[in-house]
Nanobody, 123 residues
Framework: QVQLVESGGGLVQAGGSLRLSCAAS????????MGWFRQAAGKEREFVAT????????SYADSVKGRFTISRDNTKNTVYLQMNSLKPEDTAVYYC????????????????WGQGTQVTVSS
């Protein structure tokens, strides 16, 4: 069992930055691929970024590539999402996720979800 708790969301102006954190409980954190997904009002949940459990390989949605960076610290059981050059269209609830695949791009492969943290980008 893995429990995930996100923090770091908030209100920021367009062009600004935020860093989301996701603290995981349980001793199997390092065995899981980790990811960030987001869900805007009235839209489906979508993939944002993922990092592997092994060599730290990463993958990003095209919409955030070059602006967002995912990282993990297995000694702290924490995964981060650094978000730069934020745009109003990045406004959403951001969810931390854990799964057992190599990378975590698909909602249906997520085994554990966090409760979500709101990110609002004003224009």
């Amino acid at each position: 069992q893995v429990q995930l708790v996100e923090s770091g969301g908030g209100l920021v102006q367009a062009g600004g930055s935020l860093r989301l954190s996701c603290a995981a409980s349980g001793r199997t954190f390092s065995n899981h691929a980790m990811g960030w997904f987001r869900q805007a009002a009235g839209k489906e949940r979508e993939f944002v970024a993922t990092i592997s459990r092994g060599d730290g390989s990463t993958s990003y949605a095209d919409s955030v590539k070059g602006r967002f960076t995912i990282s993990r610290d297995n000694t702290k059981n924490t995964v981060y999402l650094q978000m730069n050059s934020l745009k109003p269209e990045d406004t959403a609830v951001y969810y931390c996720a854990a799964g057992l695949g190599l990378l975590l791009r698909l909602v249906q492969n997520v085994k554990y979800w966090g409760q979500g943290t709101q990110v609002t980008v004003s224009s």
